[in-house]
């Protein structure tokens, strides 16, 4: 398969490795035990145009095709998966979104300063009700003419406190169901609108994830994406690119261990020799890189169905379905490599280990994406 790397996608994979190791490498560890936002390095990630690629130049996006954006996503998540997770919302669900079903009203007011980085996006599909069950929304949008009045509770919501502008999917008429369903671009700070708590995570520390309460929030009608009731299909199509940026960022926690253990064997010793002397050890090796290699194929087959306009629904979800579990072994076997230094957090791939898991949870657990292949395959 050609995947027609250009010398810009090149020149891409470096300018995000560097950016990786000199600007994110050095605190990661810190802001992982504090939880604390990577905000400066978000900042001079939009200044240097990492926080919309692939949106429209006319909207101060790169107008870069996904493949370049599932590069500067493996490089960055190799390192710090916490700041790639706010890169791959702000691109691939909120400015992906916006710039394909927004308004040029929309656009001009929202997605010009996401695209610089001067803004953060958030989605906001999931409920304490409705996570895989996406159809199942019980926050309500009711049409009052001029606006809607917004009601409810949204969970999980990653750059929870820390965005600006948020993507809320809302039911308007419960009986029309999926197709009852609108999205929003709802404002920070607008009455009724209340963040909640931050959740104390397991990985991905550094990213802020908060419950989102709205309480009578008046929604403008100028502030609906699409046609009234497009909601459902806008959140379905843009998490079918979004699987893509997430499945990217579990190649690439997996890429980084790999890297880490394949350094560590060659140097540490036992019986005498290099680690990497101990065929079990190098058989280890040999199966990570092996399945990392088939991971990167995946992903860059449905980045590249992307960019040709071909369907990319069931591609996605096997790139998603296949990364997320090759970062869950690989981290393990890093760590295994690592012996006791594995355990603990200087040596760094514990945390990738922790990182890992939640590729296999948000943007839909594996188990949806086999929903996703196991309908595509058997339909007529
Ligand atoms: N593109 C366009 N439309 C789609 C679609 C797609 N990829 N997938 C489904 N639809 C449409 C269907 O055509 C159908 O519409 P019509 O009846 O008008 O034809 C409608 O959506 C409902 O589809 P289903 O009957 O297939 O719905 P379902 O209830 O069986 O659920 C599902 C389908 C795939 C399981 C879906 O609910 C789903 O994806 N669930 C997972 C939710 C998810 O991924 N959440 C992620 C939240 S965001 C996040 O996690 C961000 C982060 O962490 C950083
Ligand atoms: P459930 O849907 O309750 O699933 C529980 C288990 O049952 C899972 O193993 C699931 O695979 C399985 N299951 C459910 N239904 C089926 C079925 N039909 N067949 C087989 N197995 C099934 N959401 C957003 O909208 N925006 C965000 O920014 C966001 N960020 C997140 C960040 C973090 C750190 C986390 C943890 C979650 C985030 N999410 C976000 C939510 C995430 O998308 C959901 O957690 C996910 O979709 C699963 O939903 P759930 O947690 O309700 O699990």
């Known amino acids: 398969m050609d995947f027609k ?45 990492f926080m919309g690629m692939m949106a429209s130049p006319e909207y101060g996006g790169g107008g870069m095709d ?3 954006y599932v590069i500067a996503m493996e490089e960055l998540s190799k390192v710090d998966a916490s700041a790639s997770v706010v890169v791959s919302v702000n691109n691939s669900l909120v400015c992906w979104g916006l710039d394909t079903y927004g308004s040029k009203e929309q ?17 906001c599909l999931s409920e304490p009700e409705a996570g895989s069950d996406a159809t199942s929304q019980k926050t309500t949008a009711i049409d009052q003419g001029d606006h809607y009045i917004l009601n409810g509770t ?20 419960r009986e029309k169901k999926h197709r009852g ?18 959740e104390d995570k397991m990985g991905i520390r550094g990213s802020d994830t908060h419950s989102l309460i709205f ?14 009731g497009f909601g459902f299909k806008f959140a379905m199509k843009t998490l079918s690119g979004g699987r893509i940026g997430i499945a990217a960022q579990a190649l690439g926690i997996a890429a980084g261990a790999y890297e880490l253990a394949l350094e560590y064997a060659k140097t540490r010793k036992a019986f005498g020799t290099e680690i990497k002397n101990h065929q079990a050890i190098a058989f280890k090796l040999a199966d990570m890189h092996t399945s990392i290699e088939a991971a990167r194929h995946l992903v860059m087959k449905a980045a590249v169905d992307k960019d040709n306009g071909d369907n990319y629904d069931l591609s ?6 296949y990364a997320s579990q090759v970062a869950m072994d690989v981290t393990t076997e890093a760590v295994q ?5 594995g355990y603990v957090k200087e040596y760094h791939v514990e945390r990738l280990m922790r990182d890992a898991k939640i590729t296999q949870i948000y943007e839909g657990t594996s188990e949806i994406q086999k929903i996703v292949i196991s309908r595509t395959i058997l339909e007529d």
């Open 66 to 68: 996904t493949v370049a």
């Open 215 to 228: 309480n009578d929030v008046k929604v403008p009608k100028e502030n609906r994406i699409g046609e009234d």
């Open 337 to 341: 490599v690592h012996g006791g230094n």
């Open 154 to 173: 949204k969970n999980w919501i990653t750059n929870g406190n820390s965005a600006d502008y948020y993507l809320i999917i809302a039911q308007t008429d």
């Open 181 to 198: 369903i609108n999205a929003f671009i709802v404002e920070k700070g607008w009455e009724g609108f209340e963040i909640g708590p931050k």
């Open 107 to 123: 656009k001009e007011k929202y997605l010009t300063k996401l695209t610089s980085g001067e803004s953060i996006g958030a989605f």
């Open 316 to 321: 996605g979800a096997m790139a998603k379905l």
């Open 5 to 49: 790397l250009t010398e810009e996608h090149e020149m891409i994979r470096q300018a995000a490795r560097d950016f990786a190791k000199n600007e994110l490498l050095p605190g990661v560890i810190e802001r992982d035990n504090k939880q604390e936002f990577p905000k400066e390095q978000i900042k001079q990630l939009g200044e240097l145009g």
